[in-house]
């Protein structure tokens, strides 16, 4: 019996503009609570961008947000992952050396930063994922530890800047999400791990859990539930680490192949059990 539901949201759950059946998600959402299962979703955007998303579905909901570096719900985190000030300061020095056209982005427990000369067309690109954001002149500046660094870069020059961070390989995780974004977090922290963790507090098997994604940051969610899907617009490797192959983010096939396979199984609401 399936008790635990996660997706990734850009490229997976969410369509080529960002943005999800919200019809659907009503009858969705309806038949998880009828069926007694939990839903989460794991992303790198901002666990409060997240809750913007979803508006008033964001209730019960699981957040795995910010690269899986917190989990959050209700309004409410229940575990959080940081890096160190000091090194997270020496990683963000070493990427500014490296390129100026990119945009790295800390984010701290209390928003992501951004250097004020930004070019507006990348500040919009970096608000689609973060809800809280500010504006610094000099990153050296931020004494915060971080919950994560991240990079974004519009030329899709990712994997050619990943071998300059070789020397943090054993202080922090960091993957090439695709080929515009990185994402570093603290050391052994990924979406395999805090998924885990979820399946823990909530007493869940990776036999009871289906999971959903399309980019290599979500090879370690896959592994996590026996029911893994990748959607049809995923990357190779991603689709090679599923045990299951579903449609495309742009024909609702989360949502749909959710509807198809809940259909089969019992009710039994959450609390009941």
């Given at each position: 019996m399936i008790k635990l539901i996660i997706t990734d949201l850009d490229g997976t759950f969410l369509n080529s503009k960002g943005d999800y059946d919200r019809e659907s998600f009503n009858v969705v959402r309806a038949l998880m609570q009828q069926k007694g299962v939990h839903f989460a979703a794991c992303t790198g955007k901002q666990c409060e961008r997240v809750?913007?998303?979803?508006?008033?579905?964001?209730?019960?909901?699981?957040?795995?947000?910010?690269?899986?570096?917190?989990?959050?719900?209700?309004?409410?985190?229940?575990?959080?992952?940081?890096?160190?000030?000091?090194?997270?300061?020496?990683?963000?020095?070493?990427?500014?050396?490296?390129?100026?056209?990119?945009?790295?982005?800390?984010?701290?427990?209390?928003?992501?930063?951004?250097r004020t000369d930004t070019p507006q067309r990348l500040k919009n690109i970096v608000r689609n994922s973060y809800t809280n954001v500010i504006e610094v002149d000099d990153l050296a500046t931020l004494t915060a530890d971080f919950v994560k660094i991240t990079v974004y870069d519009e030329q899709g020059l990712c994997p050619q800047t990943r071998p300059y961070l070789s020397d943090f390989e054993n202080d922090v995780y960091i993957v090439v999400s695709e080929k515009a974004w990185i994402d570093i977090a603290d050391y052994g922290v990924h979406k395999g791990t805090t998924i885990k963790k979820l399946q823990e507090l909530l007493k869940?098997?990776?036999?009871?859990?289906?999971?959903?994604?399309?980019?290599?940051?979500?090879?370690?969610l896959l592994a996590m539930a026996e029911y893994s899907f990748a959607v049809r617009n995923a990357f190779e490797e991603t689709k090679q680490a599923a045990n299951f192959i579903t449609g495309y983010n742009d024909e609702n096939a989360v949502q749909e192949t959710i509807k198809r396979i809940l259909a089969l199984q019992p009710s039994f609401p959450l609390g009941l059990k």
């Open positions: 809750e913007e998303l979803f508006g008033d579905n964001s209730k019960d909901l699981w957040i795995v947000g910010d690269s899986a570096t917190r989990i959050k719900r209700n309004g409410q985190f229940i575990y959080q992952s940081l890096i160190e000030n000091k090194l997270g300061l020496r990683i963000i020095n070493t990427l500014e050396e490296v390129s100026k056209q990119h945009v790295v982005i800390p984010c701290t427990s209390t928003a992501a930063v951004i869940v098997g990776k036999h009871e859990t289906m999971a959903f994604g399309d980019g290599y940051n979500d090879i370690e």
